[in-house]
């Protein structure tokens, strides 16, 4: 098959699957480390009633304090901004993704456009609904609905040829 210009349509994400993409890869790290010494702590309220407490402080006050930090550092930023903006998404032959920003309304014009080249995309994961791409200089990847492509492209080779040997195959639910 000969490479070609692929150009999807407009989309937009959602808060949600920005969150799910961006936050994802801490949410386990989050649950392991305020998990194990929540469970160290009712593990002792067995011996000692007032690790109780402690643990449902942990439970109620430190926990959410962390699960904020995640949502101030990742999705009140001026990348996020831009990750939830209407755009379209440009594939050249070369691999070079070229993101073109619309309008959501005539106050908040975003910058028209950003360039990234296929070196800078560091890996690829396809889920059943999304490409999922880290670049390489920002801080949140860039994410692709599938229905945004058109129905004539495979996701998985696409991206094979952007960025060969760096791909996630496998389907993950969202």
């Known amino acids: ?40 702590c009712l593990i002792a309220a067995i011996w000692e009633p007032r690790m109780l407490l402690i643990a449902l402080i942990l439970l109620f006050l430190i926990i959410p304090m962390a699960v904020f930090h995640i949502y101030f550092t990742r ?14 998404v440009t594939v050249s032959p070369d691999g070079t993704i070229t993101v073109t920003f619309h309008a959501a309304d005539e106050e908040n014009t975003p ?14 994961r396809i889920t059943r609904k999304h490409i999922i791409a880290p670049v390489i200089g920002r801080k949140n990847p860039l994410i692709v609905p599938l229905e945004a492509l058109p129905s004539d492209i495979d996701p998985h080779k696409m991206m094979q040829e952007i960025c060969p040997l760096k791909g996630d195959y496998s389907w993950q639910d969202e």
Do not use: N
């Open 1 to 40: 098959m000969e490479p070609r210009t692929i150009e999807s349509t407009i989309f937009r994400i959602s808060p949600t699957t920005y969150l799910q993409a961006t936050a994802g890869s801490l949410m386990p790290r989050l649950w392991l480390f305020a998990g194990l010494p929540l469970l160290a």
């Open 111 to 124: 910058e028209s456009s950003e360039t990234i080249p296929a070196a800078d995309i560091t890996s690829w």
């Open 75 to 88: 999705l009140l930023t001026e990348e996020a901004r831009f990750a939830v903006t209407p755009k379209h």
